[in-house]
C-alpha cells in the first residue's frame, strides 16, 4: 500500500508528462501484482517500435527557379515530402522587368529575390543545391547534376539525385533559328547577367563612338542599335532603350545625339502580333513617330560583328546594315537536357516536351513539366466522341436525348476545355445544350452518334498552344503544388471529371490556364493592355496601371520596395549611365 500512496502522488506531481505503462510482477506472498508508474519527463523523440517502419517520405526533386518553380514552391507543403531544389541560380527573377534593367531603370538586384528566402517561410524543409541538371535518367528515376561555381574549392562538382516525383521547370534557351552569327555577336535577354551585359554595352558604345580620330560614318555605326524580334520583350526593350537615349544619354553625350538610330527588325508583317491590332497598329505608328525605323516581312540571314544581313521578303532581295549592338529576341528553343529527355520517354520528333492536361510527361508517369520547357498536348473532343455518346446514353437506346447530354455536360466542359472556348466564340450558342440543333437551328429531341459528332465536330478548332509567358508558368506552378499537396486525399476521392475511357473518375480536375490580360511598354510613360472581356487600353493611364500591377506582383515585399524605389529615382535623378 506504501508504493501504491507514492505513485499515485508522484502521478499527481508530473501530471502532464508523457505516460508509460510498466507491468511488473513482484515477488509477494499475496502473489502478482500490477504496478502502473509515470515517466520522467524527456524531451528525446517518442519511442518507436522496432519492428514498425517509418513511411519514408516521396521525394520531389525540381529543377529550376523561374517563375514555375518558384511558383509551386511557395504554395508546396514541403512536410509532406522530400523537398529538393536544382538550379543554377539560387534566386528567382522578375523577368518583365529585364527591358528595365538593361537601361538602369530598376537595378539588378531589385528585380530578384534569394530562393532560400522564399521557402524558409514555407512549412517543412527545402534543400536547394546550386547546380545544373545535365542529364534526367527516366528509366531508374535519377538525375546527374552538375556545379556550375567555377572555383578552386575543393569538393566533387558532380552528383545524382534520386526521386519519385520529378518537376521539369528549367524554362528555354534562346532560339537562333542555326542563324549564322547569332551567338557569336548578339546579345540575348533571358537572364539578369543578359540584362546587366547589355547595359555595359550600351555604354561602351556611346563612350567609343565620342573618342577622337573617328569618321562620322564610323561613329553612326556605333550608335545604331539593331533590335531583331517584334515581340513584347523587344519591344519593351526599343522603348525603354529610346526613353534611356532621349532623356538621358543625349544630354551627356550631346555631340553624337543627331547620329543614334535605333532599328526593330520583324520577321512578320507587324510588330506585338500576339496581341489585339489595335495595340501592334498604334504600336508601330508611336515608334516611327518617335523616330526609330521599323523593318517587317524581313528575315535575318546572318550577323557578323560589324553588320547584319537580311532578306526584305516583298522584294525578294538581301541588304546589308551596319551596327554597333544587336539584341536578339526571336523565339524560345529546347535546351539539351530536355532534349534528350524527350529522346528518353518517345518524344524525339516533337519540337517541346508534351505533357498531359494534369501536367504530367507523356510516356513517364511520376514525372510533371512546368513553363517554358513544355507545351499540354490537349485530347480532342472527337478522340473519344464514341466513350461520350455512350457514357451519356444510360438506356442503351442508340439515341441520346437532351437531358442526358446534360448528366455529362460539367464533365466534358471540365475534360475539354475547348468546349467552352468554342461556346464563347459562337454568339449564337448560349448554352452548351445549343449544340444540340438542327443546322436551321431547331432542337433535336434526340440525337444518334453521327448527329451527335456533327454537333462536336468543330469543337477542337478552338484548341490552342498556350503562350510561353511568366503568367502560364506561375499558374502551372500553383496548379502542381496544390495537386501535390492533396494527393492521398484525391487518392481516395478523386475530384476531377468522369473517365469516358474506362470506369471511375480522374484523381485531379485538369489545369486550366486563365488568362489575365498582358501588358505591352511603349515609351515615352505610354502602355498598352490587353485585359479580360475584349479590352484594350493604351496611353499615359494605363502606364500607371503597369506600375501598379507589377509593383503588386513582385515576390515579396523588399523587392517590391525597392522597384518602386527605383521608380521613383529615375523620375527625380534620372538614370545611371555608369558602367558598373
Not at 342 to 355: C, D, F, N, P
Not at 419 to 443: E, F, I, M, W
Request: proline share 4%; with cysteine; aromatic share 8%.
Amino acid at each position: 500500500m506504501a508504493i501504491l500512496s507514492f505513485l499515485g502522488r508522484a502521478s499527481r506531481t508530473i501530471k502532464g508528462y508523457p505516460k508509460l505503462l510498466v507491468l511488473c510482477t513482484l515477488s509477494l506472498s499475496s502473489g502478482g501484482l500490477v504496478a502502473y508508474s509515470e515517466s520522467q519527463p524527456d524531451t528525446r523523440a517518442p519511442h518507436v517500435d522496432p519492428n514498425e517502419k517509418e513511411p519514408k517520405k516521396k521525394r520531389v526533386v525540381v529543377l529550376g527557379t523561374g517563375w514555375a518553380g518558384t511558383s509551386l514552391l511557395k504554395d508546396l507543403d514541403a512536410s509532406l515530402y522530400d523537398v529538393q531544389v536544382v538550379s543554377p541560380r539560387n534566386y528567382f527573377a522578375f523577368t518583365p522587368l529585364l527591358p528595365s534593367v538593361t537601361c538602369g531603370t530598376v537595378e539588378a538586384r531589385s528585380i530578384v529575390e534569394p530562393i532560400r528566402n522564399i521557402v524558409k517561410k514555407r512549412k517543412g524543409e527545402v534543400k536547394i543545391w546550386e547546380a545544373e541538371c545535365v542529364k534526367i535518367d527516366a528509366a531508374n528515376n535519377k538525375i546527374v547534376c552538375r556545379s556550375n561555381i567555377e572555383n578552386n574549392l575543393v569538393g566533387n562538382r558532380e552528383f545524382s539525385l534520386e526521386y519519385d516525383y520529378l518537376v521539369i521547370g528549367v524554362g528555354a534557351q534562346v532560339n537562333t533559328f542555326n542563324t549564322p552569327g547569332v551567338m557569336e555577336n548578339c546579345h540575348f535577354l533571358k537572364e539578369v547577367e543578359d540584362a546587366q551585359k547589355i547595359r555595359r554595352s550600351v555604354i561602351d558604345c556611346f563612350e567609343t563612338a565620342i573618342l577622337p580620330g573617328l569618321s562620322e560614318e564610323e561613329r553612326r555605326t556605333n550608335l545604331h542599335f539593331i533590335i531583331v524580334g517584334g515581340g513584347p520583350t523587344g519591344v519593351e526593350f526599343a522603348a525603354e532603350l529610346h526613353d534611356f537615349l532621349e532623356e538621358d544619354l543625349v544630354k551627356l553625350y550631346s555631340a553624337v545625339k543627331d547620329l543614334v538610330r535605333i532599328t526593330v527588325i520583324q520577321s512578320g508583317d507587324h510588330i506585338l502580333n500576339t496581341f489585339d491590332e489595335r495595340i501592334s497598329s498604334f504600336a508601330e505608328k508611336k515608334f516611327r513617330r518617335d523616330g526609330m525605323d521599323v523593318q517587317t516581312g524581313c528575315r535575318v540571314v546572318s550577323v557578323s560583328d560589324k553588320d547584319i544581313t537580311m532578306k526584305v521578303k516583298s522584294k525578294e532581295e538581301v541588304c546589308t546594315i551596319p551596327h554597333g549592338l544587336v539584341v536578339w529576341s526571336t523565339g524560345i528553343g529546347t535546351r539539351p537536357v530536355v532534349r534528350d529527355f524527350m529522346e528518353q520517354v518517345g518524344q524525339a520528333k516533337r519540337r517541346v516536351l508534351a505533357t498531359d492536361e494534369w501536367l504530367r510527361v507523356k510516356g513517364c508517369e511520376n514525372v510533371y513539366a512546368i513553363g517554358d520547357c513544355a507545351t499540354i498536348d490537349q485530347r480532342k473532343v472527337m478522340e473519344d466522341i464514341l466513350n461520350i455518346f455512350e457514357a451519356a446514353d444510360k438506356d442503351n437506346s442508340g439515341t441520346l436525348t437532351v437531358e442526358e447530354f446534360k448528366d455529362v455536360v460539367d464533365d466534358i466542359l471540365i475534360r475539354y476545355p475547348q468546349v467552352d472556348h468554342y461556346l464563347r466564340s459562337q454568339r449564337h450558342l448560349r448554352a452548351v445544350t445549343d449544340l444540340l440543333k438542327d443546322p436551321q437551328g431547331n432542337d433535336w429531341q434526340e440525337v444518334n452518334i453521327e448527329q451527335f459528332k456533327l454537333a462536336l465536330s468543330h469543337v477542337d478548332s478552338q484548341m490552342k498552344s498556350l503562350p510561353a509567358t511568366a503568367q502560364v508558368a506561375a499558374q502551372q506552378g500553383a496548379y502542381l503544388s496544390r495537386c501535390l499537396n492533396h494527393r492521398i486525399q484525391c487518392e481516395e476521392k478523386p475530384e476531377g471529371p468522369r473517365r469516358f475511357r474506362g470506369s471511375g473518375r480522374h484523381q485531379f480536375r485538369p489545369f486550366q490556364y486563365k488568362h489575365f490580360g498582358q501588358f505591352a511598354p511603349l515609351g515615352g510613360e505610354q502602355a498598352a493592355a490587353e485585359l479580360p472581356g475584349d479590352w484594350v487600353s493604351i496611353g499615359h493611364s494605363t502606364q500607371w496601371l503597369w506600375y501598379s500591377v507589377y509593383a503588386s506582383k513582385q515576390v515579396s515585399w523588399r523587392t517590391r520596395v525597392l522597384v518602386v524605389s527605383d521608380w521613383t529615382r529615375r523620375f527625380i535623378f534620372g538614370r545611371d549611365s555608369s558602367r558598373i
